[in-house]
Nanobody, 122 residues
């Protein structure tokens, strides 16, 4: 099985930047893609971005407007989400997930971290 641990969340002012990290451990051999999702109170979990582990191909939710960047460090078994120009609407719990294919559907990801809270004040 795969264990995922997110970190880097916190309370920031609108316009600030944060870099989230997701460290993977356990049996990660079958991992093809890793993704970030977020969920605000009372809302559905929504896709943010994903990346293929070996090739580094990326795919983003269109509404992110280029403010977010996903990357990975294979040697460290870690995926990152750089978030710039944060808005109050970005406030949510951010989750890291891994699966066997690139997808914007949360149901296509089998392993999830517990999430890290991002709160943006305005």
């Amino acid at each position: 099985q795969v264990q995922l641990v997110e970190s880097g969340g916190g309370l920031v002012q609108a316009g600030a930047s944060l870099r989230l990290s997701c460290s993977a451990s356990g049996r990660t051999f079958g991992t093809y893609a890793m993704a970030w999702f977020r969920q605000a109170p009372g809302k559905e979990r929504e896709f943010v971005a994903c990346i293929t582990w070996s090739g580094g191909a990326t795919y983003y939710r269109g509404s992110m407007k280029g403010r977010f960047t996903i990357s990975r460090d294979s040697a460290k078994n870690t995926v990152y989400l750089q978030m710039n120009s944060l808005k109050a609407e970005d406030t949510a719990v951010y989750y890291c997930a891994t699966g066997t294919k690139m997808s914007d559907n949360s149901r296509d990801y089998s392993y999830w971290g517990q999430g890290t809270q991002v709160t943006v004040s305005s």
